[in-house]
């Protein structure tokens, strides 16, 4: 972060504005609401300021600025045209180390003025730590949109009965799951709509109501890595976790979504590395559950896709544990949209088989035969660990050696790789290939080099002809 965000309060602090024209009066709007002490250093004051000034909502201090002003104010702003002066009055408070801005010289603030969206009590800030203004103020107009008009009142009625919901609820888990379930149902309807009295009886009602004991459990897809790809689901239920499990294969920027304090659990599997038991993850998700928390189970892609989501919600129906599943877009489907790979198409491939190269030791040998069929396009999970085997077995039950492939690996990350080839090339392009990866073979792959749009890919280039690139 470039700045860290704070909330200040204001009232009766005493700030000193430098300069009183139109783009001061600006800035002590924002301080006059916020209830702060105004104070003025200007030659001249606009109507406006002149006018605040009049009505003893400002005091204008002196016409002239003095760097011992700055001494008893809580902060300074310099709102001036004169450069010389803004520098002047920018290194005065750095040197008394007093927050300053310099209005539209970002160079020169040790702090800046977001993008409000004001609910008061409820306060959105919104900022491009000066970089892009504009997209802060569209953000901003966005949120105005989204928040209803009367959310300040909700707040204030949930602040008048804090402390009754504190007597009858000694707990804090069990407060917040009080609240969360207030401002997730109609009582947040109620008063936002301006019906606060019947808000108010919800809120009485739900406080003689018991607060369950019995945790949950979510299980839930968190897409193949760019986090706009998760759904809305997703980011609901992440929000209001008190615990997370997640795997390897979900991305830092999804889990940067996770509610801030929620406890965090790394029960990853990686091929090589040491892993998680999958009958211990099963076990530390019920007993979670059993102590009456609400676990979310974060996958990478869909839980339901080679992620093993199944077993996990047989231990939680065993233990009599409820649970919801939200899915999410699957590897195969995200990878392949952004390599610019559609994994079906009717010159092409008229269906598709998803694919694990990780099969259970005890499991039967994949129908090759079947696989090796033509006309289909077959997109491989866990394939580049055997991507050698894959493509020998592929190419002895009939596929053509020559079959388009492609390797995407981290796929809809900002540093997805795309290296496409022939199949006998398959265990040189997954060699080279960061994980985790996809391997797509077929026909289909041919679009690649029309349709991707995402970022430019890398095709494997070599002077021998058995690396010849499809083209």
């Given amino acids: 972060m470039d700045y860290l965000p704070l909330f200040a309060e204001l009232k009766q602090r005493p700030v000193l504005v430098i300069g009183g024209g139109?783009?001061?009066?600006?800035?002590?709007?924002?301080?006059?609401?916020?209830?702060?002490?105004?104070?003025?250093?200007?030659?001249?004051?606009s109507d406006e300021v002149n006018r605040l000034a009049e009505e003893k909502k400002v005091t204008w201090i002196d016409t002239e600025y003095h760097p011992e002003q700055i001494d008893s104010v809580f902060f300074v702003i310099a709102a001036t045209d004169d450069n010389a002066l803004n520098e002047r009055v920018y290194q005065d408070a750095q040197r008394k180390f007093k927050l300053v801005n310099v209005v539209d010289d970002q160079a020169r603030c040790s702090f800046i003025f977001p993008s409000i969206v004001d609910r008061s009590p409820i306060i959105v800030a919104i900022s491009s730590a000066g970089t892009a203004p504009v997209?802060?103020?569209?953000?901003?107009e966005k949120f105005e949109t989204l928040l209803p008009a009367r959310l300040g009142d909700a707040a204030h009625l949930a602040g008048r009965w804090r402390d009754q919901v504190k007597q009858r609820f000694q707990r804090m888990p069990d407060r917040r799951r009080f609240w969360e379930r207030l401002f997730n149902g109609e009582f947040l309807h109620q008063a936002t709509a301006g019906n606060l009295v019947q808000a108010e009886k919800i809120l009485a009602e739900s406080l003689q109501q018991p607060i369950a004991q019995s945790g949950e459990i979510y299980l839930v897809g968190g897409g193949p890595g760019d986090p706009g790809l998760l759904t809305l689901r997703g980011l609901q239920v992440m929000q209001l976790a008190d615990v997370v499990l997640y795997d390897h294969l979900v991305s830092d920027e999804v889990l940067d979504l996770v509610r801030r304090d929620a406890e965090r659990i790394c029960v990853g599997k990686r091929a090589g590395a040491h892993s998680v038991p999958q009958q211990e993850t099963n076990q530390l998700l019920v007993s979670l559950?059993?102590?009456?928390?609400?676990?979310v189970r974060l996958k990478g892609g869909d839980p339901f896709i080679f992620g093993r989501g199944g077993e996990e919600l047989e231990a939680a129906v065993e233990a009599n544990i409820p649970f919801?599943?939200?899915?999410?877009?699957?590897?195969?489907?995200?990878?392949?949209?952004?390599?610019?790979?559609?994994?079906t198409h009717r010159d092409y491939a008229q269906s598709v088989v998803f694919?694990?190269?990780?099969?259970?030791?005890?499991?039967?040998?994949?129908?090759?035969?079947?696989?090796?069929?033509?006309d289909q396009t077959l997109a491989i999970y866990m394939g580049t660990v055997k991507a050698a085997e894959i493509s020998q077995r592929l190419i002895d039950h009939g596929r053509a050696a020559d079959t388009p492939v492609a390797v995407i690996g981290r796929g809809t990350r900002q540093d997805q790789t795309v290296q496409t080839g022939r199949l006998d090339q398959l265990a040189v392009l997954a060699a080279e290939a960061p994980s985790p990866a996809l391997v797509v073979i077929g026909e289909v792959v041919h679009l690649h080099q029309h349709l991707a749009w995402f970022q430019k890919s890398s095709t494997l280039m070599a002077s021998s002809s058995a690396l010849t690139p499809i083209i």
């Fill in 355 to 374: 694919i694990t190269g990780h099969c259970r030791k005890e499991g039967r040998e994949p129908d090759w035969a079947a696989l090796a069929l033509t």
């Fill in 324 to 343: 919801q599943v939200v899915p999410g877009i699957t590897a195969a489907a995200g990878a392949t949209a952004y390599a610019g790979i559609p994994l």
């Fill in 22 to 45: 139109e783009i001061a009066s600006r800035k002590i709007d924002l301080l006059l609401r916020a209830q702060a002490t105004v104070l003025i250093a200007a030659r001249e004051l």
């Fill in 135 to 140: 997209l802060a103020r569209s953000l901003r």
């Fill in 289 to 295: 559950a059993q102590q009456g928390k609400k676990v």
